[in-house]
């Protein structure tokens, strides 16, 4: 933006029409973008270049790749918004019975986080983007492990989550466990347990 500011500051005149476009729906899944691709093609505009938010100028994408890279954004992560209840008939705290809900969520929030669900794997754009970093890792090792992905990719696939979450999110769908409520009181045991969670859809733009 401050880039565009100082343009027009100095009254620059583009070669070809410059279209900026903001859509509010992007986070959920709304229609937003799809409403200006229909106007700009009611018009007549057939673009020569689409440029997306991409992936920024990152400082140091990840340890012992020292420096700065431009990251080209290809993932699309979809999201769903998940609540999970457990029910039982509750009861006074003075007389605890065992599984109650509370116990049920919480040994399933334990559960996928120590199983996850989703399956990770490394996807050919992902496994492109290491053998460009390889040359600029700073250790032999890195250099020989990223430029060999085709030996290395399992091993990668099973460190990478450990390395960064950021990392770990390239690879598969991901589950944040975000909101949780039981009973209103100390001493009353809940009728129901309810917690709510976050996926981001793993898939690669088309």
């Given at each position: 933006?401050k880039l565009?500011?100082?343009?027009?500051?100095?009254?620059?005149?583009?070669?070809?029409d410059?279209?900026?476009?903001?859509?509010?729906?992007?986070?959920?899944?709304g229609?937003?973008?799809?409403?200006?691709?229909?106007?700009l093609?009611?018009?007549?505009?057939?673009p020569?270049?689409?440029?997306?938010?991409?992936?920024?100028?990152?400082?140091?994408?990840?340890g012992?790749?020292?420096?700065?890279?431009?990251?080209?954004?290809?993932?699309?992560?979809?999201?769903?918004?998940?609540?999970?209840?457990?029910a039982?008939?509750?009861?006074h705290?003075?007389?605890?019975?065992?599984?109650?809900?509370?116990?049920?969520?919480?040994?399933?929030?334990?559960?996928v986080?120590?199983?996850?669900?989703?399956?990770?794997?490394?996807?050919?754009?992902?496994?492109?983007?290491?053998?460009?970093?390889?040359?600029y890792?700073?250790?032999?090792?890195?250099?020989?492990?990223?430029?060999?992905?085709?030996?290395?990719?399992?091993?990668?696939?099973?460190l990478m989550?450990?390395?960064?979450?950021?990392?770990?999110?390239?690879?598969?769908?991901?589950?944040?466990?975000?909101?949780?409520?039981?009973?209103?009181?100390?001493?009353?045991?809940?009728?129901?347990?309810?917690?709510?969670?976050?996926?981001?859809?793993?898939?690669?733009?088309?």
């Amino acid at each position: 933006m401050k880039l565009s500011r100082n343009l027009l500051r100095i009254n620059y005149v583009p070669a070809n029409d410059v279209y900026l476009s903001s859509s509010c729906t992007e986070e959920w899944a709304g229609d937003g973008c799809g409403k200006l691709v229909k106007e700009l093609k009611k018009r007549g505009v057939r673009p020569y270049l689409v440029c997306d938010e991409g992936g920024g100028i990152i400082t140091d994408p990840m340890g012992g790749i020292p420096g700065n890279f431009a990251m080209v954004g290809l993932f699309e992560k979809g999201k769903a918004d998940v609540k999970f209840t457990a029910a039982s008939n509750g009861g006074h705290a003075s007389t605890p019975v065992k599984n109650s809900p509370l116990a049920r969520i919480s040994a399933f929030v334990d559960d996928v986080e120590t199983h996850s669900p989703f399956k990770a794997k490394m996807s050919k754009e992902v496994e492109r983007m290491f053998n460009t970093l390889a040359p600029y890792a700073s250790s032999f090792g890195l250099r020989y492990i990223f430029g060999n992905t085709w030996l290395f990719k399992p091993l990668l696939v099973k460190l990478m989550p450990s390395i960064s979450a950021q990392a770990g999110a390239m690879l598969k769908t991901t589950i944040a466990f975000t909101m949780a409520s039981g009973s209103d009181a100390y001493n009353v045991m809940p009728q129901e347990a309810t917690l709510g969670a976050t996926c981001v859809l793993f898939r690669i733009r088309a």
